[in-house]
Nanobody, 123 residues
């Protein structure tokens, strides 16, 4: 089992940057794909980015491609989401997730979710 805890959210102006961090516990962390989802008020949760167990394969939603970068440090059991050129439409609660698979499977729901960290981008 993997437990995850997000941090790094906050208020930022449009065009600014934030880095979200996700601390994961569990011996199986380095075997599992990790990802980030987000949910804006009144909307469904949506996929943002994912990274394979080794960090060699990443996927991004079209809406964040070129602006966000996901990375991981298996030695520290950490996952990061670097968010640049933020837009007001990026405002949401961001969730770190884990999937019991070495590579992200888009057809499957994540197996583990964090409690989320709030990101607000002002215009």
């Amino acid at each position: 089992q993997v437990h995850v805890l997000e941090s790094g959210g906050g208020l930022v102006q449009a065009g600014g940057s934030l880095r979200l961090s996700c601390a994961a516990s569990g011996r199986t962390f380095s075997y599992y794909a990790m990802g980030w989802f987000r949910q804006a008020p009144g909307t469904e949760r949506e996929f943002v980015a994912s990274i394979s167990y080794s960090g060699g394969t990443t996927y991004y939603a079209d809406s964040v491609k070129g602006r966000f970068t996901i990375s991981r440090d298996n030695a520290k059991n950490m996952v990061y989401l670097q968010m640049n050129s933020l837009k007001p439409e990026d405002t949401a609660d961001y969730y770190c997730v884990s999937q019991r698979s070495p590579y992200w499977e888009s057809a499957r729901e994540p197996d583990y979710w964090g409690q989320g960290t709030q990101v607000t981008v002002s215009s």
